[in-house]
T-cell receptor, first 112, second 114 residues
Framework: KAGVTQTPRYLIKTRGQQVTLSCSPI?????VSWYQQTPGQGLQFLFE???????NKGNFPGRFSGRQFSNSRSEMNVSTLELGDSALYLC???????????FGQGTRLTVV | AQKVTQAQTEISVVEKEDVTLDCVYE???????LFWYKQPPSGELVFLIR??????QNEISGRYSWNFQKSTSSFNFTITASQVVDSAVYFC???????????FGSGTRLLVRP
């Protein structure tokens, strides 16, 4: 069966712009979570959605937001981009909240 | 506080050597889950194993084995007869019933040389 699909794979944006990343979970998975990976901070949790509700949020500024649709697909939005937002953004899907997470290949965002 | 420590930043071995990746965790929860993920250069995190806090049995899957010891809060990962394709960054992670977010260690970069 198809894995977690993230689009786009690569993005280059300018400081101050906003960006929307998309994630399609594995069919039947109701949980989608987002992680940011940078060389300095490693893998950090952004937020998790389950049945269209945000269940948990990491320690990121309000410029980072997300949502989940009724078909479990999720989008993540970052407004007023900063150079420090350059990172690999990984999406993961789970069948339920306490099961293993399966990750997509990520979206590599570069802010210039 | 919850935390995962992978003290080994980088390990280099020659093909066919055995290698053990260390993972030490901290949590006050009695119910928690431990994971190992592999991240090849392509970037995707590949799920390897999930263990819950009530199951201390060691597990073997092919050349991979895992040793979970609650007494030392460790969940170590051994690759037997390593191969070049095992070269990747390996992450240990933790989550709890009180919060389902994954808390990752800093990762261990494994280089297997031919």
């Amino acid at each position: 069966k198809a894995g977690v699909t993230q689009t786009p794979r690569y993005l280059i944006k300018t400081r101050g712009q906003q960006v929307t990343l998309s994630c399609s979970p594995i069919s039947g998975h109701r949980s989608v979570s987002w992680y940011q990976q940078t060389p300095g901070q490693g893998l950090q949790f952004l937020f998790e959605y389950f049945s269209e509700t945000q269940r948990n949020k990491g320690n990121f500024p309000g410029r980072f937001s997300g949502r989940q649709f009724s078909n479990s697909r999720s989008e993540m939005n970052v407004s007023t981009l900063e150079l420090g937002d350059s990172a690999l953004y990984l999406c993961a899907s789970k069948i339920n909240l306490n099961t293993e997470a399966f990750f997509g290949q990520g979206t590599r965002l570069t802010v210039v | 506080a919850q935390k995962v420590t992978q003290a080994q930043t980088e390990i280099s071995v020659v093909e066919k050597e055995d290698v053990t990746l260390d993972c030490v965790y901290e949590t006050r929860d009695t119910t928690y889950y431990l994971f190992w993920y592999k991240q090849p250069p392509s970037g995707e995190l590949v799920f390897l194993i999930r263990r819950n806090s009530f199951d201390e049995q060691n597990e073997i899957s092919g050349r991979y084995s895992w040793n979970f010891q609650k007494s030392t809060s460790s969940f170590n990962f051994t690759i037997t007869a390593s191969q070049v394709v095992d070269s990747a960054v390996y992450f240990c992670a933790l989550n709890m019933d009180s919060s389902y977010k994954l808390i990752f260690g800093s990762g261990t970069r494994l280089l297997v040389r031919p």
